[in-house]
Nanobody, 127 residues
Framework: GHLVESGGGLVQPGDSLRLSCEASGFTLEYYAIGWFRQAPGKEREAISCIFHSIFDDDGNLYYSNSVKGRFTISRDNAKNTVYLQMNTLKPEDTADYYC?????????????????WGPGTQVTVSS
């Protein structure tokens, strides 16, 4: 299976972007999906995850404090795709963004290392 991110780019502070994470070769619906980012010289950090739940169509969601209220994670099972809507972008959001899929129950990049990872998409927020 593979994951491919898209939607990154260069935007100004306050702008929005929507990142997509499309899966092939496996069904995203049955996995926990995470969005992670890594800025130059910094460790990879978890910013949002959506966990598979058979009891809740929306799944359980996690957002880091740095993006809570600005970013929204969602999934379209029919398209086998997960999205990250990013609003009110800030220069400190500049990073390479990665999506990953695994059986993790914790939004922590280490917990996703045994799963699928995309190659990343770059987001630059600058005036």
């Amino acid at each position: 299976g593979h994951l491919v991110e898209s939607g990154g780019g260069l935007v100004q502070p306050g702008d929005s972007l929507r990142l997509s994470c499309e899966a092939s070769g496996f069904t995203l619906e049955y996995y926990a999906i995470g969005w992670f980012r890594q800025a130059p010289g910094k460790e990879r950090e978890a910013i949002s995850c959506i966990f598979h739940s058979i009891f809740d169509d929306d799944g359980n969601l996690y957002y880091s404090n740095s993006v809570k209220g600005r970013f929204t994670i969602s999934r379209d099972n029919a398209k086998n795709t997960v999205y990250l809507q990013m609003n009110t972008l800030k220069p400190e959001d500049t990073a390479d963004y990665y999506c990953a899929a695994s059986r993790a129950s914790e939004c922590n990049p280490v917990k996703f290392y045994g799963g699928y990872w995309g190659p990343g998409t770059q987001v630059t927020v600058s005036s």
